[in-house]
């Protein structure tokens, strides 16, 4: 299994707006490629020296093959539709492997 994780780092003004979006529309559309099995949303408890809150989403991804498809098919448009906060947020995404779970 991989996990597909995006970090996100969002200025308050829209943090509120930003994350019933992710909760309500964006994550679910994600998961509605039938790419990726779950996500699970967290939270950095950690103050950020450049501002913002920062979030991470991790999405489980049972293959190689289905994150390909995702990033073939599907991750252009659903990366667009977060233009509404354009200039309000950084992010960085990262493929992880899972070796082992406990």
């Known amino acids: 299994m991989l996990i597909y994780n995006v970090t996100i780092n969002i200025e308050e003004s829209v943090e509120k707006e930003w994350l019933i979006w992710m909760q309500e529309v964006h994550i679910p559309e994600v998961i509605a490629t039938g790419k990726f099995e779950?996500?699970?949303m967290t939270k950095v408890r950690a103050e950020e020296e450049m501002g913002g809150v920062t979030y991470s989403v991790q999405y489980g991804c049972p293959s190689?093959?289905?994150l390909d498809a995702y990033y073939a098919e599907d991750q252009a448009r659903l990366q667009a539709a977060s233009n509404k906060f354009a200039g309000k947020f950084v992010a960085f995404r990262t493929e992880l492997?899972?070796?082992?779970?406990?």
Not at 97 to 102: A, C, L, R, T
């Open 97 to 102: 492997e899972v070796i082992s779970q406990h």
């Open 64 to 66: 190689q093959q289905h």
């Open 38 to 40: 779950k996500a699970l």
